[in-house]
């Protein structure tokens, strides 16, 4: 029966957006709309028209709450939410919900990576057993080739998708997400040791929450400083996100969006939540749209409160492609450094648009920018699984035509 309920529920998602239906259905109990912006565009013939569509959608997914932010330039211009952050407790969903942001952490861990290789204080070509120590085993390829941190950049080190070793916390009751156990430097170590890659470094892409582990420590160890510690001071911190992090106050624990696992379609809260030890760099963050439009506003180039956290060299080397994965109806798909990377393959007047998502144990999130057009879209929703990743993706890149579309229309 469940498995029955999630593909009828699958097929209506593709069908509402195969068919433009996505902008046409509304939930009946969504949060609160904000203010109207400022300013003539995305006034409020846009906050009506974004918020019918995606709680709608939502409400086709049985998606409990979503969050939702548009940035334009050097400005949050539109941000809101619908549904609950916590359906128990009635609370809305709102651009201040936190979030556990999953992978999306994997950007911060490669903009630090970048930072450090800008400044000249890690190679991104160099075998990474340079930076760690010499006790720790690393696998080679079959040619007997070494990591690069290049490799963990682009998920191309043919590393497992997760450790052989990680550990999963017991769930009671019918629904198990696999929820994470914490997992320190240590079990990243004897993982390694363990540890076999799928075949040659560099040459295909491979998913790897494994590897921007790896490459959480690594930036740490060329710092010197914990991650959480180098992470808040070099980006957190800079760029005024003070409702983010690891390591997260009671406070804010009580105010981050409840979880729900698609499996379960009572959509009851979980009461078991990841745990995160030493390596975090993967996976970690808990982050608000607000927030996360501070990190958006720099990669596109501008400033945070009058300063650039981020130098040009930075953010214009981690969108550079540099793993070709596949072209296919028209668009051409590269890794970037950190970024996922699309550009239509046929038009020379093409922008591209960089991306990631996550997903982790009742919360999905996306981050969509066009660098060229200075556009970036933010999603945070309260549901885990298949069918919460896919809400993002085809909520995002709606969302970010709609945009496209209002900043033609305001021009």
């Known amino acids: 029966m469940i498995l029955l ?7 209506i998602l593709m069908a509402l957006t195969a068919t433009g239906l996505l902008g046409r259905v509304a939930l009946a109990q969504s949060a609160p709309r904000p203010a109207p912006s400022s300013t003539a565009c995305f006034a409020v013939s846009f906050d009506a ?45 709102t651009a201040d919900t936190p979030y556990l942001v999953a992978s999306v952490t994997k950007l911060f861990t490669a903009t630090l990576a970048i930072q450090l290789a800008a400044e000249g204080r890690l190679d991104l ?52 997400p696999g929820i994470w156990e914490a997992y320190d430097v240590p079990d990243l170590y004897r993982g390694l040791a363990a540890t076999k890659l799928a ?23 060329v710092a010197e400083q914990p991650y959480e510690q180098l992470l808040r001071a070099r980006l957190l911190a800079p760029l005024g996100m003070t409702e983010s992090g690891i390591t997260m106050s009671a406070a804010q624990l009580e105010r981050r969006a409840a979880e729900y696992w698609e ?19 993967f996976i970690g963050l808990t982050s608000t749209v607000r927030d996360l439009a501070r990190f958006v506003i720099a990669h596109l180039g501008t400033t945070a409160d009058g300063r650039r956290v981020l130098s040009r060299e930075v953010v214009a080397l981690m969108a550079e492609p540099q793993l070709h994965v596949e072209t296919t109806a028209g668009r ?29 144990d009742g919360h999905s999130s996306g981050v969509y920018l066009r660098p060229q057009e200075r556009i970036g879209v933010i999603l945070l929703q309260n549901l885990g699984g298949e069918t919460a990743g896919r809400a993002i993706e085809q909520s995002a890149e709606w969302l970010m035509r709609v945009t496209r579309e209002e900043v033609s229309r305001c021009r």
């Open 332 to 360: 051409r798909y590269d890794m970037a450094l950190g970024w996922f990377r699309r550009i239509a393959a046929d038009s020379v007047a093409a922008t591209p648009l960089l991306w990631h998502t996550g997903e982790i």
């Open 199 to 221: 075949g040659p470094l560099g040459t295909t892409m491979l998913y790897s929450n494994y590897g921007y582990g790896l490459l959480g420590h690594v930036v740490e160890r």
């Open 263 to 281: 499996d379960d379609d009572a959509r009851v809260e979980q009461r078991q939540h990841a745990r995160f030890g030493e390596v975090a760099g």
């Open 125 to 176: 070509d160099a075998p990474i057993a340079r930076y760690l120590p010499d006790s720790v085993r690393l696998p080679l390829d079959p040619a007997g080739h070494g990591i690069t941190a290049r490799h963990l950049l682009t998920h191309s080190a043919r590393l497992p998708k997760n450790p052989s070793n990680r550990r999963n916390q017991p769930v009671e009751g019918p629904i198990d």
């Open 49 to 93: 028209r974004v918020r019918d569509a995606i709680s709608g959608y939502a409400e086709v997914a049985g998606i409990p709450g979503v969050s939702f932010g548009v940035v334009v330039g050097d400005s949050l211009v539109y941000a809101g939410g619908v549904g609950y952050a916590n359906k128990r407790a009635r609370t809305p969903a």
């Open 5 to 11: 309920q999630r593909l009828t529920r699958t097929f």
